[in-house]
């Protein structure tokens, strides 16, 4: 209502003024706009360039891999309220809300569904989660807990995605690809000062702040913080074994494993963080940057493995991650603590997690190549003793799981500047279960037709990482349906582990300084999907656990995904737009365990931003997100349709006030069996000095 009585009155203002200076005003403003989005003498200052193809800077036009990035400015214009909702930006990502806040986030194939599986989604075994090379995926269960992100979206330089499965640079948890944040680490000598607040309805607000500051032009220093609270759109939830909506406060009622009733059925994310960021440069061959961080979070969605389509997980931590890179060595080291709470209100959901990582390599370099080992370590333990009772624990003990990588990565030139071709290979050994060792490989070949054109060919093959829910599991766990009152949870330790082989073609093309296209097709081999079986041996009286769940390969079966992945692009001083779609098609071998219909064949992302109104005081985002119907459960869900749009005004210096529009247009649940989604209306400023 408060925007279209502004509209209304800016209307009249313009129809009340003299006719012959709107007729002008008009044409001039006709002019200027056509002029600002040809641009003849624009010119790019800056190439892009991309970090995470190498593991080293390096321009986008000499990556043999398919990726994308979200800018800075981009990430500012869009309006984005979450990390997660900002990769709506890029090809090949499906991002839907589960309540207001709470996301889920698939790559490309994402959508394979166990017949059965009410919860509509495998949460685990896609794509990888890095900020600035430390890992995020929970390796509990191998999802990520996006609300438990220490930083936020004022803290991120730029966002890089890669489409390949590049297990090869990274490790386990890359079947699909890797999103990697790079952060922002102070950029000026003098003290500056950012902030920003948003208050939208659903009792929503987001508020960020930084600082940062250098000494001279070697040391820079970067302070930021942030706080969220939204709540949900709807205030009951989806009951599968009654089929119909529920109210929260009576979850006693239904299910005889909660303890309390939930306390925080309204709420739909709350989340805070503190970061700090130090960074010396010696020379420009030489850098070390420490990240220091605290967080705190609640969410709301679908995260208990309980007949609830709805539950509340809590986390928190602190971490620390440096990474150092002299001349040609690069060592990363991160070490994150905390505790995390799946299903607030249950038993068994408890425990408290300890994640490091550290890798290190050296390249070696000659006339027409260069060759570079790496070797990686990780450590993650995770402890319920502290909480609950023994027969209601996740382990009942404290437990972990590590390994030990090594990858060797050659380049060679055969044509200077024009073609070589890329050799990697990466072995990785786990404990305490080594009959989990994979060999990773990659070949691919890179061609320059020019300066504007680039192809390149490569074949890869990526394995998962063992997480310690699904295959480290021998423990017992209490079920009200079954005689004795439990069941055991056995060790599936010899289960093979999910495989992707992919073949991709992918070709970049740049017209000028203005236009540019990237497109990737793609063929891609899943194996050894797993699923949890049950055995009842109760016919033998010598049998301790005469019910039985262990996790087993599904014998003959595999899937198989081609598809397209196009973004094409167009920028200038004021105007930027492009377009980015996937096209994909799904088979298996067989159709008794899987249900492909649930995949969505195709999804788009339109955006736009023009910053040259009232001499660039004004400018104007409008995002539209598609993403194709698909049946889940026997059930057809309607084309998801999203539109977003965010206005500012200059008003002093680069101080702004803005309008940011959410969910335009659209009225139900973006994911099966979860609330609507309500349009979100919010209002702020982005101050800085």
Known sequence: MKIQSLLTLLFLFTWLSPKAQRIDSLAAFQLAVKEDILDKNYTKTKKLQVYTA??????????????????????????????AEVLRLAPSMIVRQATNGVYDVQMLMGENIL???????????????????????????????????????????QIEIINNPISILYGGNTLTGVVHIITQKGKTENLQVEASTMLANNDSYLHRISLQAGIGEKWRFRLSGHYHSLERFGKNIYLFSQRRFVQPDSLLFFDSQARQRNGFNSAGRQNWGTNAWITFSPSTKAEVSLHVFLQNSQAQGRFSPTDLALSTRNSNSIGANLNLRA????????????????????QGNEFDFSYFNSSFSYQIDWKNGQLRPEIQSWNT????????????????RKVQNSGLAYSLHLQQFFLPNKWNINISVRNEHFTPNKAHATLSLRIATHWQISNAQQIALGFTQAHARPFLYDWHRNYTQPDVNLPDGKRLLASAERVRLPQNQQIS???????????GLMTQLFQQTFKNYTFEQFFDLSANPEEPYPYLYRYENIADFNTQQRGVTTKIAYENNQFQTNLSFTLQQNTQTNSQYFDLKSTPNFWASWQASYQGLLNGKVSIFANVYYL??????????????????????????????????????????EIPFTETIRPLYGFGAEVNF
């Open 115 to 157: 017949q059965g599986n009410p919860f509509g989604r495998v949460p685990h075994h896609q794509f990888l989660l890095l900020i600035d090379n430390m890992p995020y995926n929970d390796d509990l269960k191998g999802n990520i807990v996006w609300e438990a992100l220490p930083i936020d979206l004022h803290d991120i330089f």
């Open 327 to 346: 001349n040609k060595f690069q060592i990363q080291t991160s070490y994150q603590q905390g505790k995390r709470d799946f299903a607030v209100g249950y």
């Open 54 to 83: 190498k593991k080293y800077w390096q321009e986008l036009q000499e990556t043999d891999l398919a990726v994308h990035i979200i800018s800075q400015k981009e990430i500012q214009l869009s309006g984005a309220t979450h990390i």
């Open 381 to 396: 333990t995770f402890n319920d003793l502290p909480y609950s009772d023994s027969t209601s624990r996740i382990f009942n």
């Open 628 to 669: 194709a119907n698909y049946t889940l459960s026997a059930q057809n869900f309607e084309p998801l349709l999203n539109l977003n749009t965010k206005i500012s005004y200059k008003f002093w210096k680069n101080n702004v006030v803005f309008a940011n529009l959410r969910n335009i247009a659209f009225d139900h649940a």
């Open 505 to 515: 073609l992918q070709y970049r093309l740049a017209l000028g300084q203005k236009f």
